[in-house]
């Protein structure tokens, strides 16, 4: 869930304001309701599709299920309105030891401060023994020790959304297997990608991609080492980070230069001059919705992705504070929560996609079409976007602090359009030699 | 009446002379109690924090050091100040929050001052147009950013749209320095002007209006008595609100924070409208970098602010009070003359 960590702050204020309601309406003491019942605190953010099912955030109501499984349980849950903001009460939360939740929903970029307290948080293997998920998400959730720190959620398995009607009007095929062999099948490369936006543009006049940074975002990620070295080096500004920040700058002419979440981001999306492509994890189909509206009927997405191997993008898992008095009862709701059946649920009513290969194959998530995507079928497609990712990148502390500045870099090429792509690379190479 | 009974009337009565002198400060305890606790403690801590090697997640490491950027792996005192004095963007947050605070505080009590005076006339619904100038400050600051933030988009904002339908080009609200800076004084403005006019309006109410005649029977037109007679007499509102706004408008974060609108760093791809608090905030609690000593740099920063604030107070303050002095003493030199 990295690229939906900034929705409205509209959506704060009404957060805060319900989170206000609900902290008058409780009446708590403890971990213990006054009826006797265990209390359990979740914080999530943006959408994990457990709560019950609004226009602006669908979901699949399974706290509501669990406190009917089991009655000796009330689960109180928070939704931060971004990762951000979710991030900064978890810090306060785990170095004061204040235990202000009991399960905290995390988010990729974390893992590396996660792991270095890694013996702050359980060891939630005992619980999750049928639980099911591919290797690279254990990985991410294990510590240094080898214990199970964190348990996976959705996963963001990337596939190409497209908007037929500009596809049309440029003479491009629109039907989903026409698009898909047009940009190459199983063997799309990024080179054919960028031609492909060069004729577009070229012809239309219009642009291909919505901004550099979405298209880098999806890059990257294919990659085993981006901007540091297994070894814990920098090499941000060597050869392989710069080839792709020249094959990208020199695109930029393809690039409707709106930045991601922008106010000009979302009018774009049923736009008639809108950009005709976005790289589109599982989750994105619903901010595609909620832009475009639920009747706009331009949109589709193909089963192809350009690049040599899969792409992830985001993704989440559920850890819970060893400090925790109720850590049992957490680590039972957070195996109930990740298990394949639950995941499955949670696909059908919202759009975040099953880590679980188990939830993947099963009837419900497998036939599940989008008539807003114009019934493609979905399911599908995500999950054979998902078998082609085996990794995800080699993350340390130091790596997030640099990607901000690569997509400040390409930002100052493409959005704000205020340097040449050599003076944003410099810049760059200064911004990270100062960050150590 | 025995001895005994003399002690305690004794020390009752020293008791009440006690009670009598102790019983202010007992009154006025839970304000310095209460500011003792949140107030001079976490300034003190944050002290403490700023010299040493402090991370959000992992804690104390020992005295603070700079690193890589001032070439040394010492211990210091002041290595997390030295760090943030060798950071590109501390100084580019110092330059913005500056001019931020220029564009926004100065038109602000100009035109604050002047709606003040036209609120002062004899108006027809006084009570309606007082409200009016009133009603921006009951809305939220980060709402006010939100609103102004879709008016100042880039693409698709009304401010933009408007431009170019009467034939001029559109501006880069969020790429140019100083227009980003425009926009985001016009979000504090519009926001704060009222609220100044206010304060004003209720100074310019308790002066008493037979000087005002009097300058009017000396021959003093509209101008020279609001000059002469009104501002002079303003001096100490004046002084107020300009300290408030000084201490405000260095701090502001909320609209800015609002008016970045979409991804991307906090503060322009090229740090166009970074300020000091914005820093902070990024520094301190959104990177938990670790290994880094990432809440001390927040904390040298937070006390860097400080000692910008303290200093512009105090030029402000003596502007200020030389400017009314002056008015003061141009005037004795007119009476003097008159004699």
């Known amino acids: 869930m990295k690229k939906a960590m900034k929705l409205g702050a509209i959506a704060v204020t009404a957060s805060m304001i319900f989170a206000g309601l609900s902290a008058c309406g409780s009446s708590t003491q403890g971990n213990k309701t006054a009826d006797g019942k265990t209390v359990i605190k979740i914080q999530t953010f943006n959408n994990f599709g457990y709560e019950k099912s609004t226009a602006a955030k669908p979901g699949a109501d399974l706290f509501a299920e669990y406190e009917k499984l089991h009655p000796n349980i009330k689960i109180e849950s928070t939704v931060a309105s971004s990762s951000d903001e979710a991030r900064t009460a978890f810090n306060s939360s785990i170095s004061t030891g204040s235990n202000s939740y009991d399960i905290f929903a995390v988010d990729i970029a974390w893992w590396p401060s996660i792991r270095a307290i890694g013996n702050k948080f359980m060891d939630l293997k005992d619980y999750t023994k049928n639980n099911n998920w591919p290797d690279w998400v254990v990985k991410t959730g294990t510590d240094d020790s080898g214990r199970l720190i964190g348990a996976g959620t959705d996963i963001g398995p990337t596939a190409l959304c497209y908007r037929q009607d500009l596809f049309e009007q440029a003479g491009l095929p629109t039907d989903r297997e026409q698009v898909k062999e047009l940009f190459g099948g199983e063997n799309a490369t990024w080179d054919k990608f960028f031609e492909i936006g060069q004729r577009y543009t070229q012809k239309t006049g219009k642009p291909f991609i919505d901004n550099l940074g979405d298209v880098a975002a999806a890059m990257k990620v294919q990659k085993e080492e981006v901007y540091v070295s297994k070894d814990d080096k920098v090499i941000a500004t060597e050869d392989g980070i710069h080839d792709m920040y020249n094959l990208l700058t020199k695109n930029a002419n ?120 114009n019934n493609a079928p979905t399911g599908k497609i995500f999950a054979n976007r998902a078998e082609t990712i085996k990794h995800i990148p080699y993350i340390n502390a130091k790596y997030y602090d640099i990607d901000s500045k690569f997509g400040a870099a390409l930002d100052r090429v493409d959005c704000t359009k205020e340097q040449t792509p050599e003076e944003s690379w410099k810049q760059f190479v200064e911004d990270v030699k100062a960050l150590s | 009446m025995s001895e005994k009974q003399q002690a305690s009337v004794a020390s009752s009565g020293r008791f009440a002379v006690f009670s009598y002198k102790a019983t202010p400060y007992l009154y006025v305890a839970p304000f310095f109690i209460l500011f003792l606790v949140v107030g001079l403690f976490p300034l003190l801590f944050t002290v403490w924090v700023a010299m040493r090697n402090y ?20 211990q210091s005192l002041v290595g997390n100040f030295q760090w943030v004095l060798h950071q590109r963007d501390f100084w580019m947050a110092m330059r913005n929050t500056v001019s931020i605070f220029l564009l926004s505080s100065v038109p602000q009590i100009i035109a604050a001052v002047f709606i003040a005076w036209v609120l002062n006339a004899n108006l027809k619904a006084k009570t309606f147009w007082r409200m009016g100038v009133l009603l921006p400050y009951v809305i939220a600051p980060s709402a006010c950013g939100i609103i102004f933030s879709q008016i100042f988009s880039d693409k698709s904002g009304a401010f933009n749209v408007l431009l170019q339908t009467i034939g001029l080009a559109p501006i880069a609200w969020h790429a140019d320095t100083l227009a980003s800076h425009i926009a985001i004084a016009t979000i504090v403005n519009f926001r704060w002007t009222g ?54 408008g260095l701090q502001i974060f909320d609209e800015v924070q609002m008016f970045n609108n979409g991804t991307g760093a906090a503060g322009g791809a090229n740090n166009q409208f970074l300020t000091v608090s914005l820093y902070l905030y990024n520094l301190g609690f959104n990177k938990v970098t ?50």
Not at chain 1, 301 to 314: C, I, K, L, Y
Not at chain 1, 327 to 343: C, G, H, I, S
Not at chain 2, 210 to 231: C, M, N, Q, W, Y
Not at chain 2, 302 to 326: C, E, G, P, Y
């Open chain 1, 254 to 373: 393809l690039s409707a230069g709106v930045s991601t979440w922008s106010d000009d981001w979302n009018a774009s999306f049923n736009s008639p001059n809108g950009f005709a492509v976005l790289t589109c994890p599982a989750w994105e189909v619903n901010n595609v919705k909620g832009n475009a509206g639920a009747d706009f009927r331009g949109w589709n997405v193909a089963d192809v992705f350009p690049g040599e191997a899969g792409t992830d993008q985001g993704g989440s898992w559920l850890t819970i504070p060893e400090s925790s008095p109720v850590k049992e009862e957490a680590a039972k709701l957070v195996a109930w929560l990740t298990n394949p059946e639950q995941q499955s649920k949670v696909f059908v009513a919202a759009s975040n996609f099953p880590s679980s290969p188990k939830a993947q194959a099963t009837p419900e998530v497998a036939d599940k079409t989008d008539d807003f995507l």
């Open chain 2, 290 to 339: 670790i290994g880094e000593s990432n809440i001390g740099r927040a904390a040298a920063v937070a006390w860097l602010l400080f000692l910008v604030i303290v200093l512009v107070a105090v030029v402000n303050f003596s502007i200020t009070r030389k400017l009314a002095d002056a008015e003061t003493r141009g005037k004795k030199r007119m009476q003097k003359k008159a004699q």
């Open chain 2, 195 to 248: 609220y100044n006019s206010l304060i004003l309006l209720a100074a310019m109410q308790a002066i008493p209006t037979d000087l005002i005649e009097a300058a009017v029977v000396d021959g003093a037109g509209k101008a020279r008595t609001f000059f002469s007679v009104t501002l002079p007499l303003l001096k100490p509102t004046l002084i107020f609100v300009i300290l408030n706004s000084t201490i405000g």
């Open chain 2, 55 to 74: 991370n959000t997640i992992t804690g104390d490491s020992g005295w603070a050091v700079c690193g890589a950027v001032c070439g040394t792996r010492d």
